[in-house]
């Protein structure tokens, strides 16, 4: 036990010293952004290790709950539109009834007629014909009206013009959503069916918040979302900071970038806290002893009376909602909601690197991994291209092998994340900060 | 006539491309599931493995052009496709020697070997990026319409028209070459049968001296090679762009489900149903109904099913409803 703490105390020691030379040899405004990002990635990595190192559960959609978080941002945070609300917001509200209301009677006529098979699917089908184009007669006249207000500056109906905080947990909601559904089709069948589920979900998402412009303008981005923290401008003209600055010496725009971090920084850690002590509490639980019981075998746990395919709902949800809160305090800290950089290698595969890498069942592993996976991912590019320079130094300064080389350089990431994945996978497939598994401690 | 001009429209727009859509993803469900079936594991570096085979005959076929040789009429990158059949096997020989055996002999579960295989993918998509970069490549030299839209209609008289690509006709062609060579090796050869026994019941190949050795390694030269010729008819058809090919993941592994995964007939028919389910639900109907209908019943909209954005979307309906339904596809059990 021992052992292991004293190597978390170290490990998470040798991460701080890291992000600390960056302060000193780059900048600490470089660094704070270094670590924002970090805890995001920390709570995210947290969210897959639910699914993954409690449960089993291989989801490679973590990209579309993380959007669905974005989006959440937009639909809480950024002021109404009303006058395409007026042009259309009713005629997307009712589709949606129509919508919701085919779904339903789909399944209520099922269940119905589920003793003639065919007879079942022939009418459930030809009420989701019916359906699908009353809906597409009702809404798309509507988003046209919508999408006609203004293109240039709004055309989507905006959001409710709430705290931008608020949408946080609305982001986890909207995740834990789409997760019911992938987790009631594709759970309970074989484990690598969930796995290409969630990958056409993830795509989907994406696919819907680029073109759907009525909803988030779609590529054209819904730039100037309100902050959780002051603005610098504000706090370069406040006179308490002034004076702050003043007396301490500090330079005051770079203070004031500071400061904001700092705030974000503050918010990011609570959230980055309050989920980990969920998680280990709920790990440490009866319930993380279940979890765990069924991962490891869920024929025995069948046999205990517990409900697997159930648990495995309840576990991907949770994991589903954490990560849409990580991807709803990301597009916060952007400050802006732009769906084409939602690409599955950095939000879907690297989360996976930092899981493994950290140490898939431990929640600290995985906080761990996320601080430096990231940092990795980050960094791989300068010393990449360090690396570079130094290889090719027997080439003429402007041979175009060279210059080929150096401008790849961004591509030393996924070869870095590719090997870091494949060298822990093998060679110490517990990750950096193992599970403490109850009995077991000697291994 | 309007009748006749219907079908031509539609065969235009609809048949000939999803026959050539359709004869990709099935080349490229075809390696998923000979994978899957012997070594059990879905793969999900298969996209990388195409484009990186992609990428190859690329180069190669820049060092034929470069040397003045062409086959035209057909383009130079068939004439590459051998030399990347043979290095991207090789590839794909030392990876599995080197990252997927280790867990093939320790027995891990599937997904492990599923999270090994994104670190294959990682790997090749940032090795890909390295030496071609991330921009588009134009790979169809030489002619590139056997029948031109002009042409059609002089010949008919019809004012609808029909092209037809050569990549067109190469991707089925070359479907029908590659899926008539591997069932010939599958049914015919000795090492095919010792495959389909691994396949079926691993333990009693292997009480019956089947080499699991030998067995793998010929699935992964099999996958390898049909995945090199569908990652290159993919790029010689629309055009190489790295990045697409981690999006044809999802519907060459909808494809896989859908028929059965290792079951070599299901990746095929899977293929064709997700390609010509793309088709036909994109397809916007205007044209062709105001053909077939009388002229005031003619939809006023595109009469478009579903955004050709949205084709990831169709897949993923097939897969759920495949799911739901049917979960062990349409061709059930994982024989090859």
Redesign the interface.
């Known amino acids: 036990m021992t052992y292991t703490r004293n190597r978390k105390i170290f490990l998470f020691g040798v991460m701080a010293f890291l992000l600390i030379m960056v302060g000193v040899l780059q900048s600490w405004s470089l660094s704070l952004t270094i670590i924002n990002l970090c805890i995001i990635s920390a709570v995210m990595a947290l969210g897959v290790n639910i699914q993954w190192g409690y449960a089993?559960l291989?989801n490679?959609g973590v990209m579309g709950f993380a959007a669905l978080g974005g989006l959440a941002t937009i639909i809480i945070a950024m002021p109404p539109v009303p006058e395409t609300w007026q042009a259309g917001g009713m005629g997307v509200i009712f589709a949606g009834v129509v919508a919701a209301a085919t779904v339903l009677i789909c399944v209520f006529a099922y269940r119905k007629l589920k003793p003639n098979r065919l007879y079942a699917?022939l009418t459930v089908a030809a009420i989701a014909v019916i359906g699908f184009f009353t809906t597409r007669a009702i809404f798309?006249p509507a988003v046209t009206a919508i999408e006609l207000v203004q293109p240039a500056k709004t055309g989507y109906l905006g959001g409710l013009g709430l705290p931008v905080i608020v949408a946080w947990p609305v982001g986890g909601l909207l995740a834990a959503g789409a997760a019911f559904i992938v987790g009631r089709?594709?759970l309970g069948?074989?484990?690598?069916?969930l796995?290409?589920?969630t990958?056409?979900?993830s795509?989907?998402i994406v696919?819907?918040l680029?073109?759907e412009d009525w909803l988030t303008r779609g590529v054209k981005n819904v730039n100037g979302l309100p902050r959780p923290t002051p603005y610098e401008v504000d706090l370069q003209n406040a006179a308490w900071f002034i004076e702050f600055t003043t007396n301490w010496g500090f330079d005051i725009q770079e203070a004031s970038s500071i400061f904001v971090k700092l705030c974000y920084m503050g918010l990011f850690l609570a959230v980055l806290l309050f989920v980990l002590f969920l998680s280990e509490r709920a790990l440490k639980s009866p319930w993380g002893r279940m979890m765990r019981a069924i991962r490891d075998n869920e024929t025995a746990a069948e046999a205990m009376g517990k409900d697997v395919k159930g648990r495995h709902l309840q576990v991907f949800i949770l994991g589903s909602a954490v990560i849409g809160v990580a991807g709803a305090m990301l597009t916060t800290l952007d400050g802006q909601f732009t769906p084409t950089s939602y690409q599955?290698?950095r939000f879907t595969?690297l989360i996976?690197?930092m899981v493994?890498v950290g140490g898939s069942g431990n929640n600290f592993g995985a906080v761990l991994g996320g601080f430096l996976v990231w940092f990795a991912w980050i960094e791989a590019e300068p010393v990449g291209a360090l690396l570079i320079d130094f290889i090719t130094l027997g080439l003429a300064e402007d041979s175009p092998l060279r210059l080929h080389?150096l401008d790849?350089a961004i591509?030393?990431?996924?070869?870095?994340?590719?090997?870091v994945?494949?060298l822990v996978?093998?060679f110490s497939?517990r990750g950096l900060i193992p599970e403490e598994t109850g009995g077991a401690r000697t291994r | 006539m309007d009748f006749l001009n219907a079908i031509v429209l539609f065969s235009n727009f609809v048949i000939v491309p999803g026959l050539a859509y359709g004869s990709q993803l099935a080349l490229g469900a075809l390696g998923v599931t000979l994978v899957y079936g012997i070594l059990r594991f879905s793969n999900f570096a298969h996209g990388e493995i195409m484009s990186f085979g992609a990428m190859i005959a690329i180069l190669v076929m820049w060092a034929f052009q470069g040397a003045g040789i062409s086959i035209a009429p057909l383009p130079t990158v068939l004439l590459a496709l051998p030399f990347a059949i043979v290095a991207t096997v090789f590839i794909v020989l030392g990876v599995d020697r080197v990252v997927f055996r280790y867990y093939r002999v320790k027995r891990s579960p599937p997904l492990i070997l599923l999270i090994a295989s994104t670190g294959v993918m990682f790997l090749f998509n940032g090795v890909i990026r390295f030496v071609i970069g991330p921009t588009d490549q134009r790979v169809d030299d030489g002619a590139r319409f056997i029948l031109r839209v002009r042409d059609f209609r002089e010949a008919t008289g019809l004012s609808e028209g029909l092209a037809i690509k050569t990549s067109q006709v190469i991707s089925l062609g070359a479907a029908v070459l590659c899926v008539a060579g591997l069932f010939w090796f599958l049914n015919k050869t000795r090492t095919g049968k010792s495959m389909r026994a691994y396949s079926d019941n691993e333990d009693l190949a292997l009480l019956s001296g089947v080499n699991p050795d030998r067995v793998v390694m010929f699935a992964w030269i099999l996958a390898g090679s049909l995945a090199v010729v569908a990652g290159t008819l993919y790029g010689l058809d629309k055009i190489y762009k790295p990045f697409t090919y981690l999006q044809l993941l999802l519907p060459i592994f909808a494809a896989a489900i859908v028929g059965g995964v290792g079951n070599p007939v299901g990746a095929i028919v899977g293929g064709f149903v997700i390609a010509f389910s793309e088709v036909t639900l994109t397809y916007a109907y205007k044209k062709f109904l105001g053909y077939l209908l009388p002229s005031d019943w003619a939809p006023e909209g595109l009469a478009q099913l579903l955004g050709t954005d949205y084709k990831f979307a169709v897949s993923f309906m097939i897969l759920v409803v495949v799911l739901l339904v049917r979960p062990t596809g349409i061709f059930a059990g994982r024989t090859l």
């Open positions: 089993g291989f490679a699917n798309e089709v594709a069948l074989r484990s690598d069916y796995a290409i589920a990958l056409g979900i795509e989907i696919a819907i680029k073109n599955p290698l595969f996976w690197v493994i080389l790849s591509y030393m990431r996924p070869i870095t994340m590719g090997l994945l494949l996978l093998r497939p």
